[in-house]
């Protein structure tokens, strides 16, 4: 063969393989360049996500709560610094011997460490784990002392409520809770994230909203070890807004020292714009032990307490009005034409209706009476004929007309409305209808009625100033951290009682002769100086027919209640006042002296007097 022949197939030979070997070569690129393309371009984010997560770090900064202040800018809520002991697991590893060190080195049970972090890993390794809420110095000072042997682990600042009067309108300020998955679904705290702490009753849940503030972060760089070494970017935190409340906190501790033990609720308001000044529920708690979350014996408790100390007696407890309720019977009556300034009703101690004896108060009776002095002396009888002549429903009409009935929408949650009965709602409940004798008792405020401390304090609150029903006002400004007015408080005017003033000054009238008079059944609560107009009750708790038994043979726990209402000065008020005391027999010797205390301590604030008994004889009887 031809020695060019075998040359030109050597050459083509080794073209071949250079070209395989080419493009082999630029396979290899290309899909060494997919690959760098994919992982700098398509996961280019991510990847850079991660690798700077490993050394920044991005911190939430929680915004400051509002304070919550009385009237007189006394503070009654604000925060304090407390400090979490904290771990990130991504940084702690290994884990388990950053655990065992912590443990050794504070006395912190290993196991209920390593249960606490199995439960957060599951979400994330970037997250901090809180190990400890709240921690003491000691603990604080054995952590910093061993932080460069505890990787990821760390000591965060959180500001915790702090409720300055312990338990004092714990009712009405409420207390702070972990918010859940369900608050978090409904869309109502923008903002919050799982973890975070929400208002969970009282102001501090209706007021949440001005309360919280905005959350803030940095960007901060740490090292392997999850330890700070410098902010890189912060963006504050925006406060939350200070509320005032119309509470005055030193008229509020009059009215919760002078329940004391007993069970019951005070309310007091200003007649002229429906300020709540004060509202005391007893028994009561501590918000302060919500704080980072109650413990499990502390809150079985409470709840488990007979004498309901989780429940806000002043709006969520109803009781029969008893003789509070006249008040109504007489507005009905005298602008239903049934009775007038003139009409009189003979008292002998009991009245005959049907085939039975409805009994007055007074064993002796009262004898004749007119409405005046039945207002004064609390005649059962006078109100028994008027209770007849009327009927419940329109009886019913005219409570309502007094704000009874409804709920008051002073702005808190699970406000009970009360119960004002007709005969078509007895027949709709249970089926039967109204029977003629039970007139008598819904006319003296016993059967079915019922109300809230709240209610019967705007009640006679409109009385006091003439005939106005305001909604009552609890937050009297919202202002920003600087000072800044964002929201003031204002009057709500609900309606006016339907009575002409001619019939609105006799019973005013009459609820003046209760205190000042010498037959009025509260005539032992007089104020040097003050007049005060109100009205005893006392709330039948199970029904007594026939002859009532002498008192101490009856349980503590089936005793009447006492009710009384007033306010002060009689002319033109600026206090009007409700009490009630669970079991305690008498409004003339339980509830009034708490009424005048309360009074006199808002009138007089150079005093702050103690409420003493009244003797029931001298209050004017054994009953109102």
Excluded at 34 to 45: K, N, S, Y
Excluded at 171 to 185: A, F, P, V
Excluded at 516 to 529: D, F, H, P
Aim: glycine fraction near 12%; proline fraction near 5%.
């Amino acid at each position: 063969m031809p020695q060019h022949f075998l040359k030109t197939a050597d050459a083509d030979w080794y073209r071949r393989r250079l070209n395989g070997a080419l493009v082999l070569v630029l396979t290899a690129f290309l899909v060494l360049g997919l690959r760098l393309f994919h992982l700098q371009v398509v996961q280019g984010e991510e990847y850079r996500r991660l690798s700077e997560n490993n050394c920044i770090r991005l911190q939430g900064i929680d915004p400051p709560r509002g304070q919550i202040l009385d009237r007189q800018r006394l503070l009654l809520v604000d925060n304090r610094p407390s400090f979490n002991l904290v771990m990130v697991p991504r940084d702690a590893k290994p884990v388990e011997a950053t655990l065992e060190r912590l443990a050794a080195g504070t006395g912190l049970d290993l196991g209920e460490l390593r249960d606490t972090t199995e439960r957060a890993r599951a979400k994330s390794a970037y997250r901090p784990v809180v190990l400890r809420s709240d921690i003491d110095r000691d603990l604080l000072a054995a952590v910093e002392a061993r932080r460069y042997d505890l990787p990821g682990v760390t000591v965060e600042v959180k500001a915790l409520r702090r409720y300055a009067y312990g338990d004092s309108a714990g009712h009405l300020l409420g207390y702070m809770g972990e918010i859940n998955t369900d608050e978090l679904g409904t869309g109502r705290y923008p903002g919050c994230r799982s973890g975070d702490s929400i208002g969970k009753f009282g102001i501090e849940k209706t007021c949440e909203h001005f309360l919280r503030g905005e959350r803030g972060g940095r960007q901060v760089e740490v090292d392997a070890r999850g330890q700070m070494i410098r902010v890189l970017k912060t963006v504050d935190a925006v406060p939350g807004h200070n509320v005032l409340l119309t509470i005055d906190q030193r008229l509020q501790a009059v009215a919760e020292q002078c329940l004391g033990d007993h069970a019951g609720a005070v309310v007091a308001v200003d007649p002229d714009n429906g300020e709540v000044l004060a509202m005391a529920s007893r028994p009561g708690f501590d918000p302060n032990a919500f704080v980072g979350g109650i413990k499990r014996q502390d809150w079985q408790a409470l709840v488990g307490n007979p004498l309901r100390p989780m429940e806000n007696k002043a709006i969520q407890a109803t009781y029969p009005p008893a003789s509070t309720y006249k008040i109504v019977a007489a507005l009905a009556g005298l602008q239903e034409g049934v009775i007038n300034s003139r009409s009189e009703f003979f008292c002998p101690g009991a009245l005959r209706f049907g085939d039975r004896s409805y009994r007055c108060w007074r064993r002796g009776g009262h004898g004749n009476l007119n409405v005046v002095e039945a207002l004064s002396q609390s005649c059962d009888v006078f109100f028994y004929h008027v209770g007849i002549k009327l009927g419940v429903d329109r009886l019913a009409r005219y409570a309502r007309g007094c704000g009874l009935g409804a709920a008051t929408e002073v702005g808190l949650d699970h406000e009970d409305p009360g119960l004002i009965p007709t005969a078509a709602w007895k027949k709709g409940r249970f089926g039967v209808p109204w029977q003629g004798g039970e007139n008598l008792s819904v006319a003296i405020g016993q059967g079915y009625n019922l109300v809230t401390p709240m209610q019967m304090a705007m009640l006679i609150a409109a009385i006091g100033n003439g005939g106005t029903l305001y909604q009552p006002q609890l937050v009297r400004a919202v202002e920003a951290a600087d000072g800044r007015v964002v929201q003031n408080g204002q009057a709500t005017v609900k309606g006016r009682i339907p009575v002409s003033p001619g019939h609105m000054a006799l019973v005013r009238e009459g609820l003046w002769r209760v205190v000042q008079s010498e037959r009025g059944t509260a005539k032992g609560i007089r104020l040097a100086g003050i007049d005060v107009s109100g009205k005893t009750g006392t709330a039948q708790v199970f029904s007594r027919k026939g002859e009532r038994g002498r008192d101490d043979q009856v349980a503590d726990h089936l005793k009447d209640h006492a009710w009384f209402v007033a306010y002060a000065p009689s002319q033109a008020p600026r206090i009007a006042v409700a009490v009630i005391i669970e079991h305690g027999e008498h409004g003339s010797s339980a509830a009034a002296p708490v009424a005048r205390a309360v009074i006199q301590a808002y009138l007089a604030p150079e005093t702050i007097p103690e409420p003493a008994p009244v003797d029931a004889s001298e209050a004017g009887g054994d009953e109102e």
